[in-house]
């Protein structure tokens, strides 16, 4: 198996923290090691570093890759000369990988910022989504996730017909997908303990996606596809970064695996999986530290509870009779909200775009 880990996201809705030139995945925000340098960690075990890991990241950020993950090749860093989302990012790693091995590899590609309880069933689950793609090519495979709560921010699967199941693992054929539903319609789903949320991993074989984006996203391909070529005779960024920026923007869902009859769903009961990707799921996922509130820094909550406030050593935040908010302080920006819409710091990254003189704050 080779593996991918998809590095080239911004991370808005963890403003202020996360910003253009130091997205979240390289930051510490759950623990002592930067989120993609846990995800690191969490795959070693099934590949060999130097030759079977690939990161796929934004050509402004590629030093980063190199400070927190040396162990990786320089020639397995994909950089992406353009932020285009995960369409053409999946679209230019599969021919890569594919042109320097063979096609029939088995790839999994994966967010390089998810919280994962129990690394070893991880391990486990892809080895044996590795296992059953082997022997059915024809499949796209994608981690599914019992829910726990309603989120309207992720996409839903529907488990269909069983494929496979042993143990704890199970794999289903896909029988529905709904994209980021409202509310009551999320409860609904959750309720009929059919549907587990989409973690947006992928599993398959390189020939069976590349006869995806070759059906569905010919262009792409074939831009892909020059790309590639021009890496191989070296020297060609400026020519590289014209074809690439070119692309349309699109996700992969939007890309293919929305239109994709044979998508299988891998389960496992113990990974206990999480999108790291919104301030309150930071705050419900993490142990309460001091009462119950989720401190770091130098802070002094008064008549505070379930707060959830990140500071510096330096500065002394001070809180008197808050409830349920989010306090995230940084050097130049300071971010104040209920914790139930923490997720709206996007917009305030979408109003900072649109401000002259703004461009240090993202």
């Known amino acids: 198996m080779k593996i991918v880990i998809r590095a080239g996201g911004v991370g808005t809705r963890l403003w202020p923290i996360s910003r253009k030139n130091n997205p979240k995945q390289f930051q510490a925000i759950v623990s002592d090691k930067t989120l993609i340098r846990d995800t690191q960690d969490r ?169 995806l984006f070759e059906k569905y996203q010919p262009a792409m391909l074939a831009s892909c596809q020059e790309i590639v070529e021009l890496m191989k005779l070296g020297g060609q960024e400026e020519q590289i970064a014209k074809i690439y920026s070119s692309l349309e923007k699109m996700s992969i869902e939007t890309a293919i695996t929305d239109k994709v009859e044979k998508i299988a769903m891998c389960v496992s009961n113990r990974i206990g999986w999480s999108d790291l990707g919104k301030w309150h799921i930071i705050k419900d996922l993490l142990p309460a530290n001091q009462g119950d509130n989720l401190i770091k820094g130098n802070v002094i909550p008064l008549d505070t509870t379930d707060c959830m406030i990140y500071g510096s050593k330096d500065k002394v935040i001070a809180t008197i009779g808050l409830d349920d908010m989010v306090i995230i302080d940084t050097d130049d920006a300071l971010l104040v909200c209920p914790k139930d819409r923490s997720d709206e710091a996007k917009k305030i990254v979408e109003e900072l775009q649109k401000r002259k003189d703004s461009e240090k704050y993202l």
Request: proline share 7%.
């Open 43 to 211: 795959i070693a075990p099934l590949v060999n570093i130097e030759d079977d890991l690939f990161v796929s990241v934004n050509e402004s950020v590629k030093h980063l890759v190199k400070k927190y993950l040396p162990e990786v090749s320089e020639k397995n860093i994909i950089p992406e000369p353009a932020s285009k989302n995960t369409g053409p990012a999946i679209c230019l790693e599969s021919v890569l990988i594919a042109d320097r091995f063979s096609d029939r590899e088995v790839v999994a590609s994966l967010p390089s910022d998810d919280f994962i309880n129990d690394p070893e069933a991880f391990q486990t689950l892809l080895q044996t989504s590795e296992i059953f793609l082997k022997e059915n090519p024809e499949y796209i495979m994608t981690p599914g996730i019992k829910p726990n709560y309603p989120d309207t921010g992720y996409s839903y699967l529907k488990s269909g017909e069983v494929l496979q199941e042993e143990g704890e693992e199970a794999i289903f054929k896909v029988a529905d997908w709904v994209e980021k539903p409202d509310l009551d319609y999320c409860k609904e789903l959750i309720a009929s303990g059919l549907y587990f949320y989409h973690t947006g991993m992928y599993i398959w074989q390189l020939k069976t996606v590349i006869g």
